[in-house]
């Protein structure tokens, strides 16, 4: 069942939602085949070993891919248009770690329709990205007059 979307104007400040994904092999490698990133950091252990990550890292992109999830599928939700996203990212996420994605709203723009949003993921205790983002979200219809 489809979740329908949600109004600007039901939205708040403060107002949050949180994401769960464990990154694994099957992932990682599905995720270097749609991206075409075939960097053997992401894929080769004896190579990801030489580096100074010691040991093979997920993507940076798939991380933040699963800011897009959230974003699309939650908070905002769908309906919502992602407009732009500033990302940092802090620590390296390893094949096994479950990734905890965070969105919360931190601004409401009624005139252009905008809704920011402070955005982390993390890693048990360690943040491992963090990003802003700012999302286009339709306003409640107004019903016609017959």
């Known amino acids: ?4 979307p949600i109004p600007l104007e039901d ?16 992932t990682v490698r599905a995720f270097a085949e749609v991206s075409g ?4 950091l992401h894929l080769d252990e004896s190579f990801a070993r030489r580096t100074p990550y010691r040991g093979r890292i997920a993507h940076g992109a798939l991380i933040a891919s699963y800011l897009s999830a959230l974003l699309g599928n939650e908070l905002p939700g769908p309906g919502s248009i ?3 996203m500033d990302l940092g990212f802090r620590h390296p996420v390893r094949i096994g770690d479950t990734v905890i994605s965070r969105a919360e709203v931190t601004g409401i723009d009624l005139k252009t329709r905008m809704i920011e ?10 943040e491992v990205m963090t990003a802003r ?3 286009m979200v339709r306003t409640r219809k107004r019903k016609s007059a017959d």
Do not use: W, Y
């Open 11 to 26: 939205f708040h400040l403060g107002q949050s939602a949180e994401l769960t994904r464990i990154v694994d092999d099957e």
């Open 1 to 4: 069942m489809d979740k329908a």
């Open 37 to 40: 990133d075939h960097n053997p």
């Open 117 to 126: 949003l402070a955005c982390t993921c993390r890693v048990g205790d360690t």
């Open 82 to 84: 992602f407009v732009s």
């Open 133 to 135: 983002a700012s999302v």
